[in-house]
């Protein structure tokens, strides 16, 4: 039998609550956003500031995991802004060092498109290789999202408290 | 990192959102409708003006004791240049001068005077209390347990305190959005309200917790300080505490000024279809094909000869791959059979006995992408052939001049004419100056596309054993012709005469041209990327080199419809080439306008000059010697 590796939209409504809830006792700062007519325009989102330690500059990011119909997984996109509200571009992204993403290999992970839910420029992580790594930790992860966080902080330097990993 | 102080479109709210580890404050924005006006505001005047409103409003019926958020007040002046979508904004946090106040000692971590314990229990009062007494409020140690002492318990709503304060063991606490060792600019504020209350606070040891919360309600980088406050003369002159208010920001630079926010990128219409138009190609670069050169297309400046079919479909192709530099030239106008195939017209463009092509073209080419540079040039190419009469010759060598220019003045040259003989002139041209030239021709169902090689001759690159020639070799649209080019109204094989075609012929020879182009953009060696004789064969078994980034690029491509057939002949230069030959460039340089003219007068001329008209005779004799061979026999 073909196992399916892909989660639906109601596997990954019940994370996302479940991960807000622990996300608030932690005071994480994640917040659902449900869209009742449309589940599939459902997703979670955190807003932070970083500070650059080169120029001590302050950024402000917006973190949206949502559900990608196409791939059936959670993706990961995310805008950066300056103080003064400005977006900052693809290129001033790969050479921020908050991201540690091999030059070499940084298109290919995250590129810039036009967000599945908000029709404007995010950068997204391309969702083509989370299925099969999710596949992997599926049937032992309680929480997909924070297997699929887990994923990504290598990548991208997401606190992400231990707490989260507790039942 | 410190409190970051946000000002966003959810501020307008009358009801801020409710967030736990967020502090409100309340603020003035004053947008000016000129920078003249922005830049005339007087900024000490401004800013002690605000002061005093906020001073008297808290002085009535002291309002701060049961409301200390009031205290805190913040005001943006701000100009909005919505042409060019500069937004210059200047922060000020208005706090007064007076009194004084000085650090008694350098400040301490909150650990040093308060316990872990009692730290905690610090961090659950400020958890627990109202929003409106957040920002300040007092504590006392009691037998080793920290009480809150809202500051409605301690003062009276008259004047003065409440009961005696006992200044050993009550800190005053504020909500601190400072990071280094020095307290915020809440605290200014906080001491001036408290000494003007309780005027025996003046001049007397105050201890201070500036409390600095993180996101998780951490308050362990708090900092103790130890402060007196003091009226001291302002000018030589005593003041009261409202006469002068300081906090006017720094900007980006550390001067007090206005910051600027440059926004085009993210609200100017024409830029974000211009990053849009391009993040297409970018995500070629970024996912598929990493070594592609996305600004190569963006410098590149292409010249389209012909504003017909081809010439709409190319340039709609050239914009889609990223050019942005675009010049027409044709001297036709737009006729109401054009703009169903030629997809750059319209009807409107019709009327009136129809707009100039060349100017109507590059029109809408701006319609479609504002950042397009895109001009179209109204001229006539004189033809071999064409004998140019006494009154025309005046405006026959002003068309040349404007024709050389343009072709100078770019770094490809699209053929996309009607006629074989209007070829002629810009081939000799382009070749002259060693310019890229990408050639389409239609027939009825077929096409041809080919780009021309801009070397010298040179016999001993190409023999018969090579697989390939190198691109500078390569033949040009005239290479392969033994007769000059004349009056192509007699029959003609169906690529030299362009009259009626499938509309498909266009689109995709028009496409095809502007991949060639930009395969030849993208490979190392450019204009003078190899072409191999057969490309038929697996693009695997071609040798790296002879592929650019987008594979290898062929000479030539003919096409055809009625069997939906496509083949890529090879072909070399031809030193008697009556377009791009030496003889002829050579002549061209010594004799020019003189040189054209008499072409142009009779075509048979260019097979003198090129030795063609022996070759004929020549050819003749061999077919008579072969004839008789077989007589023989």
């Known amino acids: ?167 | 990192m410190g409190a970051v102080f946000e000002v966003d479109g959810t501020s307008f709210n009358k009801e801020p959102e409710d967030d736990q580890l967020y502090t409100n404050v309340k603020g003035t924005l004053m947008n000016k409708n000129t920078m003249e006006e922005f830049k005339s505001i007087e900024k000490a005047t401004f800013l002690s003006v605000v002061g005093k409103e906020i001073w008297a409003r808290i002085q009535e019926k002291n309002i701060w004791i049961n409301k200390p958020s009031s205290l805190l007040h913040f005001v943006i002046i701000s100009f909005a240049d919505l042409k060019k979508f500069n937004y210059y904004y200047w922060f000020g946090f208005p706090s007064p001068m007076q009194p004084t106040v000085y650090m008694k000692d350098k400040s301490l971590s909150i650990a040093a005077i308060f316990s872990p314990k009692q730290i905690a229990e610090l961090a659950q009062i400020y958890k627990c209390l109202d929003r409106e007494q957040k920002c300040f409020f007092a504590v006392t140690k009691e037998n080793d347990t920290i009480c809150v002492k809202t500051l409605s318990s301690i003062l009276d709503l008259k004047k003065g305190p409440l009961n005696n304060i006992d200044l050993s063991s009550m800190y005053f606490v504020f909500n601190d959005p400072s990071n280094v060792d020095n307290p915020g600019w809440p605290l200014r504020m906080y001491l001036a309200v408290l000494t003007d209350h309780c005027p025996s606070l003046l001049e007397a040891d105050i201890k201070v917790i500036g409390l600095r919360c993180n996101a998780t309600g951490n308050i362990e980088s708090s900092r103790y300080f130890l402060v007196t406050a003091a009226m001291e003369d302002v000018k030589n002159k005593p003041c009261t505490v409202s006469d002068f208010w300081v906090g006017w920001e720094k900007n980006g630079k550390g001067s007090f000024g206005p910051r600027v926010a440059k926004m085009s990128a993210s609200l100017d219409p024409v830029i974000l279809a211009d990053t849009a138009s391009d993040l297409n190609i970018k995500l070629m670069k970024w996912r598929l094909a990493p070594d592609i050169n996305v600004d190569v297309m963006k410098s590149t400046k292409c010249l389209l000869l012909g504003a017909g079919t081809l010439g709409c479909h190319v340039a709609r192709d050239l914009l889609a791959w990223g050019f942005r530099h675009i010049t027409f030239i044709d001297n036709g106008k737009v006729s109401y059979s054009n703009p169903t195939r030629q997809v750059l017209y319209n009807f409107q463009d019709c009327l009136n006995g129809g707009r100039d092509k060349a100017e109507a073209a590059a029109d809408s080419l701006r319609n479609i992408l504002p950042t397009a540079v895109s001009k179209g040039i109204t001229a006539h190419i004189p033809m071999p052939g064409h004998p140019i009469g006494a009154s025309l010759k005046e405006e026959t060598i002003s068309n040349i001049q404007l024709i050389t220019k343009a072709i100078a003045d770019h770094d490809v040259i699209f053929l996309l004419l009607d006629t074989r003989e209007a070829r002629w002139l810009p081939t000799l041209i382009a070749a002259h100056y060693g310019k890229i030239v990408i050639n389409a021709a239609l027939g009825f169902d077929s096409y041809l596309v080919m780009r021309h090689g801009i070397g010298d001759f040179n016999p001993d690159e190409t023999s018969v054993s090579s697989t390939w020639i190198p691109g500078g070799s390569l033949g040009c649209y005239f290479c392969n012709d033994v007769t000059a080019p004349g009056n192509s109204m007699k029959d003609r094989t169906l690529d030299q005469q362009c009259t009626v075609t499938r509309p498909g012929v266009a689109a995709i020879a028009g496409a095809l041209a502007v991949e060639i182009l930009v395969g030849l953009l993208q490979h190392p060696l450019r204009v003078n990327a190899p072409a191999v004789y057969n490309l038929n064969s697996d693009t695997e078994d071609i040798p790296p080199e002879f592929q650019g980034v987008l594979g290898p690029i062929p000479h030539t491509i003919r096409g055809f419809l009625h069997s939906y057939q496509t083949v890529t002949p090879t072909c070399a230069k031809f030193k008697q080439c009556i377009a791009c030959s030496e003889v002829v460039i050579n002549k061209y340089m010594q004799e020019n306008i003189e040189f054209l003219l008499e072409v142009f007068n009779s075509g048979n001329y260019l097979e003198e000059v090129t030795g063609l008209h022996e070759l004929h005779l020549a050819a003749e004799m061999t077919d008579i010697l072969t004839f008789s061979d077989e007589d023989e026999e």
């Open chain 1, 1 to 167: 039998m073909m196992s399916a590796t892909t989660i639906t939209i109601e596997e990954f409504l019940e994370a996302a609550k479940e991960f807000v809830k622990k996300s608030e006792k932690v005071c994480d700062g994640w917040a659902l956003k449900l869209d009742k007519t449309d589940i599939f325009k459902t997703y979670i989102k955190k807003d932070t500031f970083i500070e650059c330690p080169d120029t001590t500059a302050l950024y402000k990011i917006e973190y949206v995991i949502f559900y990608n119909l196409s791939y059936g997984v959670p993706s990961f996109s995310f805008n950066v802004w300056n103080s003064s509200g400005m977006l900052i571009t693809l290129d001033d992204i790969r050479r921020m060092s908050f991201l540690q993403i091999n030059q070499k290999d940084f298109y290919s992970v995250i590129t810039q498109q036009e967000h599945p839910i908000f029709q404007r420029p995010y950068f997204i992580v391309h969702p083509c290789h989370t299925e099969t790594l999710l596949a992997a930790f599926r049937s032992s992860s309680k929480n997909i999202i924070v297997t699929f966080l887990g994923l990504i902080t290598p990548l991208i330097k997401l606190k992400l408290p231990l707490e989260f990993g507790y039942q």
